[in-house]
Nanobody, 123 residues
Framework: VQVTESGGGSVQGGGSLRLSCGVSGSIDTHMCMGWFRRAPGKEREPIAL???????YYADSVKGRFTLSQENDKKTLYLQMNSLKGEDTALYYC??????????????????WGQGTQVTVSS
C-alpha cells in the first residue's frame, strides 16, 4: 500500500486547509486509516482516525474544528481543518493499518505511512 499526502501549506490563524491522502495498492475497505501529526519538539500524536469498524476518533485538541472524510472506498482520505491555531503547526502524516481488528489510536497498528505534509499556522 502506498500513501501520499498533499494539501499542506502556510495559513494565518483562523484560516482553513484541507489535507488529502491518496491510497493505492492492495486496498482493503476493512483497513483503518487516519491522520497523525508531529509538532516541533513533540512526539507524533493521533488526531483524526477512521477505524475499520467505521468509528471516528478525534483528539480533544481538534474536536469541532477538524473533520475527517473518505471517498472511493477509502482510496482517498481528507482532513478538513478549520479555525486553525498556531499549535496546529506540525508535520501531518496519513497512515493505513491493514488488520481486521480495530486499530485504535496506537500507531503501532498502522503499517503504511506517507512522507508527511507540513502545515504552518502563523498568528
Amino acid at each position: 500500500v502506498q500513501v501520499t499526502e498533499s494539501g499542506g501549506g502556510s495559513v494565518q490563524g483562523g484560516g482553513s486547509l484541507r489535507l488529502s491522502c491518496g491510497v493505492s495498492g492492495s486496498i482493503d475497505t476493512h483497513m483503518c486509516m487516519g491522520w497523525f501529526r508531529r509538532a516541533p519538539g513533540k512526539e507524533r500524536e493521533p488526531i483524526a482516525l477512521l477505524d475499520n469498524d467505521d468509528s471516528i476518533y478525534y483528539a480533544d485538541s481538534v474536536k469541532g474544528r477538524f473533520t475527517l472524510s473518505q471517498e472511493n472506498d477509502k482510496k482517498t482520505l481528507y482532513l478538513q481543518m478549520n479555525s486553525l491555531k498556531g499549535e496546529d503547526t506540525a508535520l501531518y502524516y496519513c497512515a493505513v493499518g491493514r488488520r481486521y481488528s480495530p486499530c485504535g489510536t496506537d500507531e503501532y497498528w498502522y503499517d503504511d505511512w506517507g512522507q508527511g505534509t507540513q502545515v504552518t499556522v502563523s498568528s
